[in-house]
């Protein structure tokens, strides 16, 4: 006998009475465990499959970049806020216009993109070019890069330089806008943003156009006449002109002053003081230094020989305009009417 101690196994008296008894508990457990575990696999099988068509729809919506991170694929978009336009500034030793634009852009967070703006005529064209500022499809477009570093970035003043010289138009006034899009790098359009009208004065040949007239405004403070003055030995009246002008710093201009008559008749005259339409006229030249200029003593002299009436008291009026240099209407400033005789 051993001392690894004793050990009371019981059996039930009658072990095929016990299996007949709980054999069928047994087997119900057993089948009920193979019901959910077929349940299980079901469930599992369902997963898999839905799990499958949800990994293909993100695939669908969405790409992967070199260095597998999602970006959306929805299309990029921009709000355009504002934009103006400096004229005569000069960039590298050329005279042109400077275009702003204040806008943002949503959706090109890490893309290269441009801001752009080409030259339209009122007839719908494009100017074209061959120079540097020449688009792909031959389209006179000055532009701003940008990569922008948010998937929404704000450009409070994005700005673009237009050398006049690069507007090639014939001689006159052209009334022109910008058209400002948003495109991608290699020019395809993402977005048109505004239009930006603006008048422009071509000279012809290399422009150096002129401030609109809506940006210039003048006001005549005084006018006074000094009579039977002499000049040059010739008898005549001097016109004094106190009066500012804002609009014209750098651009040649003048103070035209015509002789009018009480029908409202301009006197004519074929001497060296007719203008282009053969009216009487003298002028004051200037060239304003500052963004708003005073003259406080503007004088031309007139001849009274080059005052062609017959004798008699006549009732006239000086029509006092201001002018470009090349005779073009900016705005009338003021009349002032005295008494001749002849």
Not at 52 to 61: D, G, K
Not at 183 to 198: M, R
């Amino acid at each position: 006998m051993n001392n690894y101690g004793s050990y009371n196994l019981s059996f039930p008296q009658n072990a095929d009475s016990y299996c007949k008894k709980n054999g069928g508990s047994i087997m119900n457990a057993s089948k009920s465990i193979m019901q959910n575990l077929n349940r299980a696999a079901l469930a599992l099988a369902v997963c898999l499959l839905t799990l499958t068509s949800a990994f293909a729809l993100t695939n669908e919506n969405h790409r992967l970049s070199t260095d597998n991170s999602a970006a959306a694929s929805f299309s990029p978009s921009a709000v355009f806020k504002s934009s103006w336009v400096d004229y005569n500034v000069t960039e590298g030793g050329i005279k042109g216009m400077r275009v702003h634009v204040s806008f943002e852009v949503t959706g090109l967070k890490g893309v290269d993109a441009k801001l752009v703006a080409r030259v339209q005529t009122d007839d719908g064209g494009f100017l074209p070019s061959n120079s540097s500022y020449s688009n792909g499809e031959g389209q006179l477009e000055t532009s701003f890069s940008m990569k922008p570093g948010y998937p929404t970035t704000v450009y409070e003043d994005a700005d673009m330089f237009l050398p006049y010289s690069e507007i090639n138009l014939r001689k006159g006034v052209w009334n022109l806008k910008l058209d400002i899009d948003l495109s991608y790098e290699d020019g395809e359009l993402i977005q048109h943003l505004a239009f930006k009208e603006f008048e422009f004065t071509s000279g012809g040949g290399n422009n150096d156009p002129t401030p609109t007239k809506k940006e210039i405004s003048a006001v005549v403070n005084r006018v006074w006449v000094d009579y039977d003055v002499f000049e040059n030995k010739r008898k005549g009246m001097r016109i004094h002109i106190n009066f500012e002008v804002t609009g014209l710093k750098g651009v040649d201009s003048k103070l035209a002053v015509r002789v009018q008559k009480e029908n409202g008749d301009f006197l004519m005259t074929d001497s060296s003081y007719s203008n282009s339409e053969g009216q009487l006229q003298v002028e004051f030249a200037m060239k304003p230094g500052y963004p708003t200029s005073v003259y406080k003593d503007a004088d031309v002299f007139l001849p009274y020989d080059e005052i062609i009436l017959r004798k008699g008291v006549w009732n006239l009026s000086l029509d006092i305009d201001l002018n470009y240099d090349d005779g073009e209407l900016i705005e009338h400033l003021n009349s002032h009417d005295f008494e001749f005789t002849r």
